[in-house]
T-cell receptor, first 115, second 112 residues
């Protein structure tokens, strides 16, 4: 039973390039959450998606960041025109529902480094 | 708004010592509470959870009790091991969307 998969595990981009991060949830899970962990900080919620719908994007920066979770395929977090401040670890988590008592299962993360 | 506060680290203990990591929260409604652990270079793993007041979550010798009256969810272990060295995160879940709100994390170092 495969867990949450993320790729790539490490991503290096130069300022101004685009970063595309992928997340495949656990089998049977249709709820995906993205979190960002800045160096020496805790995790901050970014966006919550269900299949083909963004439910809560209150933690997403207003510009350059977007997310999707299509009917088929992985969830994608896209960062356009990256800046050095985007360097962080990006984690996705999946769960079978959005009930507050539901456990979220985390992927290994994508560590983005912007040069 | 909802928030979680953890004791600052790092916490350095000798093997077999008693561990307490304090966690307090502010929330509307009745959230579920979680402890996650992160080993170097890895993602987060659920350590334990409690979904209502007075519930005790436990796993691998770790325990935490959901205290509504003190809005706390302190993590304890009676005898730590070197392999427990990691970063520990306390979190609560939003009642509407289930999104997690994390504390800042506490680094635990256990020395032999």
């Amino acid at each position: 039973n495969a867990g949450v998969m993320q790729n790539p595990r490490h991503l290096v981009r130069r300022r101004g390039q685009e970063a595309r991060l992928r997340c495949s949830p656990m089998k049977g899970h249709s709820h995906v959450y993205w979190y960002r962990q800045l160096p020496e900080e805790g995790l901050k919620f970014m966006v919550y998606l269900q299949k083909e719908n963004i439910i809560d994007e209150s933690g997403m920066p207003k510009e350059r960041f977007s997310a999707e979770f299509p009917k088929e395929g992985p969830s994608i977090l896209r960062i356009q025109q990256v800046v050095r401040g985007d360097s962080a670890a990006y984690f996705c988590a999946s769960s079978p529902s959005d009930r507050k008592q539901e456990t979220q299962y985390f992927g290994p993360g994508t560590r983005l480094l912007v040069l | 708004g909802n928030s979680v506060t953890q004791m600052e680290g790092p916490v350095t203990l000798s093997e077999e010592a008693f561990l307490t990591i304090n966690c307090t929260y502010t929330a509307t409604g009745y959230p579920s509470l979680f402890w996650y652990v992160q080993y170097p270079g890895e993602g987060l793993q659920l350590l334990l959870k409690a979904t209502k007041a007075d519930d005790k979550g436990s796993n691998k010798g770790f325990e935490a009790t959901y205290r509504k009256e003190t809005t706390s969810f302190h993590l304890e272990k009676g005898s730590v091991q070197v392999s427990d060295s990691a970063v520990y995160f306390c979190a609560l879940s939003d009642s509407n969307t289930g999104k997690l709100i994390f504390g800042q994390g506490t680094t635990l170092q256990v020395k032999p």
